[in-house]
């Protein structure tokens, strides 16, 4: 379909699905009209889902693909054996620009390897990083890398820092982002060799605004729009970041229901107290997308629901219309011509 943007979605990725994921699927085709979602997998399947809902037909495609890759499966082989799973099958639409995106919310391990094996990385890039958009009391921030590449090179970490602000500026509308280097204080001297390998890298990068280290504690403030750091650390921030969160609302309503009193006052302060924590709901600002492939890849996680799959359709959306896949392609570009003259 002409003047569509046309997003593969993994319909039997992730623990809620299909059903969630056609739910999601649905609610973002009857938002915009311009968005065309490709569902693909096993075709009995979705159709029986999509069966309980009405939407504009012309905005649903049906992918047939027989095989699903599970999360205990080595991402390699699972790729390489599985020719006809959805995540193999929509990453070469992406690929084969048939697809403008690609969002799964199944094996994070075969979602990143497809990407960079089928998908290809953009010339240039070394390693595309996992960048994960985390709330905080400023909004959000962005984590990366937070699950591709537990081992780093300084270099690789400056032009994470590169592509995260080129995302941050296109889709999640933050002009000018602050990059800070996560570390366990905020002297320049500090850190291990990597962060102290980097620092000085980023001082001298002129199409970010470094504004130096960032402590762990300084994250859920909004200290950076952008914490960089590679993906032993960013994956131990998130995991330990959702926990806090989970555990705190779990403390937070017991408290609000030992006593008769404290119940009248959950009711009097439920809707201030629901505003509040819907801005620190992370299925609010959508999936973490593998920066610096050749189309877009997406993951959600693996536990989202309908309104995670959603916003995660629209941010892919905002991606696409904002050309930010050719703001990064034209950012490595110029830094390759600018090595070649030297």
Request: aromatic share 4%.
């Amino acid at each position: 379909m002409e003047n569509k943007i046309r997003i593969a979605v993994d319909a039997v990725g992730g623990d809620h699905a299909p059903a969630e994921v056609v739910k999601g699927a649905v609610e973002a085709v009857k938002r915009y009209p311009d968005i065309q979602v490709i569902l693909v997998g096993p075709g009995e399947l979705i159709e029986e889902e999509l069966k309980k809902y009405e939407y504009p037909e012309e905005q649903m495609v049906l992918q047939p693909a027989s095989e699903i890759i599970s999360t205990e499966e080595a991402p390699v082989a699972a790729i390489r054996d599985k020719q006809d799973s959805s995540i193999v099958v929509a990453s070469k639409m992406v690929k084969e620009k048939k697809a403008d995106a690609f969002v799964s919310a199944g094996s994070t391990g075969a979602v990143l390897t497809a990407g960079t094996l089928i998908v290809g990385r953009v010339k240039g890039v070394e390693r595309p990083p996992l960048a994960t958009p985390i709330p905080t009391e400023k909004g959000m921030s962005l984590l990366l890398d937070c699950g591709a590449n537990v081992d780093a090179k300084p270099s690789q970490l400056v032009q994470f820092a590169q592509m995260g602000s080129l995302y941050m500026e296109n889709v999640m509308g933050v002009k000018n982002p602050g990059v800070a280097i996560l570390n366990i204080g905020v002297e320049e001297e500090k850190g291990n060799a990597l962060t102290k390998a980097t620092y000085p890298l980023l001082k001298e990068c002129r199409n970010i605004r470094f504004v130096g280290n960032i402590e762990a504690r300084e994250i859920p403030a909004g200290g950076a729009d952008i914490v960089l750091c590679e993906a032993f650390a960013g994956n131990i921030v998130l995991k330990l970041y959702e926990g806090v969160s989970r555990t705190l609302l779990s403390v937070v309503k017991k408290g609000l229901l030992t006593s008769l009193r404290s119940k009248l006052g959950a009711l009097m302060i439920k809707p201030a107290l629901k505003e509040t924590l819907k801005s620190f709901d992370s299925s609010e600002y959508g999936g973490a997308p593998l920066l610096g492939l050749n189309g877009l890849v997406v993951k959600t996680h693996g536990s989202a629901k309908a309104k995670e799959i959603t916003n995660t359709i629209l941010q892919s959306r905002t991606f696409v219309l904002k050309g930010t896949n050719e703001k990064i392609k034209e950012c490595f570009a110029g830094i390759e011509r600018v090595r070649s003259t030297k």
